[in-house]
């Protein structure tokens, strides 16, 4: 029987499967396979996130798509520390989402 993910996994699953005594079959991506599926694998995570049906399945949610945004940070050649140290400035620059405003339009006053 085989089963089909035909997606980006976390690099221990390869292992995880094999004790199981599963034969995997995947290979590893190139530069522009792996962007392509990080952005996908982040699309996912999001689904997952929006489909959790409690507090503890979205913390785990949650960190997967840190994981996602540590691999794409490392992947263009930064650390997770600086894109947090870029959200904090753009936080201090433009506020964060903590008053949950909704802008619904603006008028350009003459």
Request: proline share 1%; hydrophobic share 35%.
């Amino acid at each position: 029987m085989e089963k089909i993910y035909n997606k980006l996994v976390r690099d221990k699953i390869i292992d995880i499967i094999m004790d199981d005594n599963e034969t995997p079959i995947y290979h590893q991506l190139s530069d522009l396979e792996y962007w392509s599926s990080l952005i996908e694998k982040d699309k996912e995570e999001l689904e997952e996130v929006k489909n959790a049906s409690n507090k503890e399945e979205i913390k785990k949610e949650l960190a997967d798509k840190l994981e996602i945004i540590r691999a794409m940070a490392s992947y263009i050649g930064y650390e997770l520390n600086d894109i947090i140290d870029e959200a904090n400035i753009k936080r201090d620059k433009r506020g964060g989402f903590d008053k949950r405003l909704f802008l619904e339009k603006t008028i350009v006053n003459k």
